[in-house]
């Protein structure tokens, strides 16, 4: 089972690596990975990805928790969590295809950050579902190039 | 105050207790070594870094303490590597301070240069680059305490020739705290409770101690636990020492080379109580088939060693020694519980002593010296008082059948990562750390010459350590598997007439040396090796075939021992 982490861990040099290590030495996978500072500069955020098993999982939080610079890690798939990321598109634009392709990114609420004779970018943000259904739809009209930033994620607050 | 980076790497050592330095000079650390010349600091020159990281491994095994090592940049900190490794397998407290270039050369592939922080990532507990000075005080008391708390493990400290020359007003904070580490020592009460009621409903019990319990010195309390309840027991080969083997309730060592009653007890028991062990594929065998009926009560420091070969049934997170007085207290009130246990598993015992009868440890006495006999022998002659190292192979394997074990901190060998030439160092460590006791490495003729060069170390200090090879002119342990498993094609395994002449190689350091081939010739020549008191090296010619019995083949299930 596809598994997202939030590991919250000391802002400092080598920390990434030692994290990305573990994963490799150990063979966890990583489906994606993504870091950066909190509010707190001494502290970066890393959503991390993963999957596996319940024996894995359990290894794969406690492994991270022995990390010295891990602070804390929660394992957000046990609990309610919003998660976004964001997708650059570019995508074949032909005379006839434009409209169509202006209409897609309309309906799903994107942004077109890049123009060219022979191409459209588009900026998406979503979770999951929006953005793998924007895909499919844009695939068949010729996708040029494609990147993402990984997933981030947060918890829901309480109500 | 205002120091040099270098004074103030001594200052914390000081601090920290520091008694010896295990280490080798070079460019990037000339400071320091000027430092602990001007300082007199005691240092022990040995003569390849990876021996001095295990002989620092030696000390702290053998006395508990942190070992500390020192070594210069790029060469001098990839020799370590090996040593580190070591430690880090068998969770062995270690401080390796490793020189580094100047900060501003770092990256540049400069003379020495070697990403020593990166490498060692994941074989230390942490490992740290200092960048400025004024966190040296704080790296070192860190770089201390999370060597020695927790699960225990080598750390390793990158230290730029520019950190140590610069200098600054320090001061060392009284207290250390690390923010992301906080090790859990006391064990929590709810399983506690539920462990004891397993342990009170037993019927075929059996307690699996390892390496842990003598990292918290836990040995009394599991002596204690394991006598009240009268629960047979077994160690595994890093808990060796840990229960005296000589008591009727030892079944001696389990897994791939244990005893026949420890494996099938393991395997036919209801209650498998596992303190500080970590269910090792040598230990397991077949993973699926191990301990098919039991219930599994694991007490472990390390979350991580929990339910990660083996799913439990109560994990207790804490050290061994506060888990097992909790656990004695907790019985204090229940003797009657205690006496029902007791009854019901006296049929189990029995069971248990008929095992043992049908197969005890054993080899047949022939011409040929045998190295079991040889083993044996070391075991009577110091009375089990010595202070045993071993290489690895089937040297290891007899010292860990045949020497009584009877103390924590006596044994001290490769257990995780298998580190030939391992021995030899570690026994120089252990006799810094203990000036009088008998020291032995009981090594192999192959092992022996991974290390070889620190015999000049032993005999620099005068450190008495004895080497008694089991000379079978083989690597003797994959030799075996090419008996057992290669149609005996002994690939590359061969040693004969090929190896050095091991009494006059001692003799070339200034050590002695002693040549055994008759089996009469064996006791008066140890007797007369140990009573020397000086660095020696006792050649054995043994019996180039005898395998290390019995033998659980990899993968193979505990049942399934090769007895002969
Ligand atoms: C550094 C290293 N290289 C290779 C091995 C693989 N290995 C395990 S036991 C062994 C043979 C050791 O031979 P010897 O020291 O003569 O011991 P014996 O088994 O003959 O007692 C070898 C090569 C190892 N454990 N460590
Ligand atoms: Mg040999």
């Not at chain 2, 430092?35 to 491994?57: P, S, Y």
């Not at chain 2, 490498?119 to 740290?128: A, G, L, P």
């Not at chain 2, 999370?146 to 020359?165: F, H, Q």
């Amino acid at each position: 089972m596809r598994h997202t982490l939030s590991v919250l861990v000391e802002n400092e040099f080598g920390v990434l690596s030692r994290v990305a290590s573990l994963f490799s030495a150990r063979g966890f996978n990583i489906e994606s990975l993504c870091v950066a500072e909190t509010l707190d500069p001494s502290l970066s955020l890393m959503t991390i990805v993963t999957r596996g098993d319940e024996m894995i999982m359990e290894q794969i939080t406690k492994q991270l928790n022995k990390l010295i610079n891990v602070i804390k890690v929660t394992d957000l798939s046990e609990k309610k969590f919003v998660d976004r990321e964001l997708v650059l598109v570019k995508v074949k634009a032909t005379k006839t295809n434009r409209a169509e392709i202006l209409r897609i990114v309309d309906i799903f609420r994107g942004k077109v950050v890049d123009v060219s004779l022979k191409t459209l970018s588009i900026e998406i943000t979503g979770d999951d579902g929006k953005i793998s259904a924007m895909i499919e739809l844009l695939r068949p009209l010729g996708i040029r190039e494609i990147v993402r930033t990984g997933k981030i994620a947060m918890l829901r607050a309480v109500k | 105050m205002k120091l040099t980076g270098a004074q103030i790497l001594l200052e914390g050592l000081k601090r920290e207790g520091v008694e010896v330095v295990f280490g080798y000079p070079g460019g990037a650390v000339l400071n320091v070594y000027d430092e602990i010349f001007k300082e007199n600091f005691k240092h022990i020159l040995v003569r390849h870094e990876q021996g001095a990281v295990h002989a620092a491994d030696g000390y702290a095994r053998s006395s508990g303490k942190v070992g500390v090592c020192l070594v210069t940049s790029g060469p001098g900190g990839t020799n370590t590597v090996t040593g580190i490794a070591t430690a880090y397998m068998d969770s062995v407290p270690l401080v390796v301070f490793s020189g580094q270039v100047p900060t501003p050369l770092i990256g540049n592939d400069a003379f020495q240069e070697a990403d020593i922080v990166g490498i060692t990532r994941s074989c230390t507990k942490h490992n740290y680059l200092v960048k400025d000075v004024k966190e040296l005080p704080r790296i070192i008391g860190e770089a201390f305490y999370i060597a020695k708390s927790g699960r225990p493990g080598p750390v390793l400290v990158d230290l730029p020739k520019d950190v140590m020359l610069d200098s600054g007003n320090v001061s060392f904070p009284e207290n250390v705290s690390v923010r992301g580490y906080h090790p859990t020592y006391e064990g929590h009460s709810y399983q506690i409770e539920r462990a004891l009621q397993l342990i009170y409903k037993a019927k075929r019990p059996i307690i699996y101690a390892g390496g842990g319990v003598i990292l918290s010195n836990a040995s009394k309390e599991l002596t204690d636990f394991t006598k009240i309840l009268n629960f047979p027991i077994t160690m595994t080969l890093m808990g060796l020492g840990a229960f005296p083997v000589t008591e009727p309730l030892a079944l001696g060592m389990l897994g791939m080379h244990g005893t026949f009653s420890a494996n099938m007890a393991i395997s036919e028991s209801d209650l498998v109580i596992a303190i500080g062990a970590r269910f090792d594929d040598r230990v397991t065998g077949k993973i699926e088939e191990f301990a098919p009926h039991a219930r599994i009560i694991h007490i472990d420091i390390d979350p991580t060693s929990i339910s990660k070969n083996i799913k439990v049934d109560i994990p207790i997170v804490g050290d061994c020694k506060r888990v097992l007085t909790v656990l004695l207290k907790e019985m204090e009130g229940h003797e009657d519980e205690t006496e029902r246990v007791k009854g019901r598993v006296a049929p189990w015992l029995e069971q248990i002593e008929k095992w043992r009868n049908k197969h005890a440890l054993a080899y047949e006495l022939e011409d040929a010296i045998k190295p079991q006999y040889v083993v044996e022998k070391i075991g009577e002659l110091t009375g089990g008082n010595a202070i045993i190292a071993t290489e690895v192979g089937q040297n290891q394997m007899w010292a860990a059948q045949f020497y009584k074990f009877t103390k924590p901190r006596t044994f001290l060998t490769s257990g995780g990562l298998g580190t030939m030439g391992y021995g030899l160092p570690a026994a120089i460590g252990a006799q810094v750390a203990h000036p009088d006791a008998t020291v032995i490495d009981i090594a192999g003729d192959g092992s022996i010459q991974m290390n070889i060069q620190e015999m000049a170390t032993a005999v620099q200090y005068n450190l008495p350590v004895n080497i008694v090879i089991l000379n079978n002119s083989y690597l003797g342990m994959v030799r075996q598997w090419q008996e057992l498993f290669f149609d005996r094609r002994y690939a590359y395994t061969c040693m004969e007439n090929i190896a050095p002449d091991f009494v006059k190689l001692a003799e070339a350091y200034g050590a002695l040396g002693f040549r055994v081939e008759k089996m009469k010739e064996v006791v008066p020549t140890l007797k007369k090796a140990f009573k020397a008191k000086r660095p020696a090296i006792i050649d054995v010619v043994v019996e180039k075939f005898e395998g290390v019995y019995p033998m659980v083949p990899a993968g193979a299930s505990l049942k399934q021992m090769l007895l002969v």
